[in-house]
């Protein structure tokens, strides 16, 4: 018996009352074993925060020569 027989079979022991509960728990899981969207190198970049200074680039000198 293969492993979707399996879950056929326990789906079809249980009582209707508990079956809009299953449905939830396995749209749930199977929302979170997809894979997300893979997201663009400009997205990706957008994403990125510097914490620094107002006038950090003013003075950029200050902070690499040190």
């Known amino acids: 018996m293969t492993t979707k027989e399996q ?3 326990e789906i079809d022991s249980l009582s ?3 079956l809009n509960e299953l ?3 396995i749209k749930d899981f199977a929302q979170s ?3 997300p ?3 663009s190198f400009m997205s990706k ?3 990125i925060k510097i ?3 107002e006038n950090f680039a ?5 902070y690499l020569d040190g």
């Open 58 to 62: 003013a003075h950029l000198d200050l």
């Open 51 to 53: 914490e620094a200074p």
């Open 23 to 25: 449905y939830l728990l």
């Open 33 to 35: 074993k997809q894979q």
């Open 45 to 47: 970049l957008k994403q």
């Open 16 to 18: 209707d009352e508990y």
């Open 7 to 9: 879950i056929q079979a």
């Open 37 to 39: 969207k893979k997201t």
